[in-house]
Nanobody, 123 residues
Framework: QVQPVESGGGQVQAGGSLRLSCAAP????????MGWFRQAPGKEREGVAR????????YYADSVKGRFTISQDNTKNTLYLQMDSLKPEDTAMYYC????????????????WGQGTQVTVSS
């Protein structure tokens, strides 16, 4: 199994922006459904955004709708999450997944979780 590598996290002030990237060398991102999740301390992991690769249709959690944008670059085998207008409540470890069951936040188990990338938003 190929473990994804998330990057791009950091510490920003409220209202700032970050762009997360997810790559998995040897894993093809050109089919199926992919997404981003996050887990804040003391909370369960939650789905943030997902994309259907063939149609590029997207879905967002209500908490990030209008502020986050998920996209993919199949030529680079990379998944992105553009995060704008960040809020302190966006503080969490962010993870990507390339094996979503389309239309859901469930995973098919074809890929392990990566190490994640930490996003910290200060007020």
């Amino acid at each position: 199994q190929v473990q994804p590598v998330e990057s791009g996290g950091g510490q920003v002030q409220a209202g700032g922006s970050l762009r997360l990237s997810c790559a998995a060398p040897g894993y093809t991102y050109s089919s199926g459904c992919m997404g981003w999740f996050r887990q804040a301390p003391g909370k369960e992991r939650e789905g943030v955004a997902r994309i259907r690769t063939r149609s590029t249709s997207t879905y967002y959690a209500d908490s990030v709708k209008g502020r986050f944008t998920i996209s993919q670059d199949n030529t680079k085998n990379t998944l992105y999450l553009q995060m704008d207008s960040l809020k302190p409540e966006d503080t969490a470890m962010y993870y990507c997944a390339a094996d979503l069951v389309c239309g859901t936040w469930s995973r098919s188990g074809l890929q392990p979780w990566g190490q994640g990338t930490q996003v910290t938003v200060s007020s």
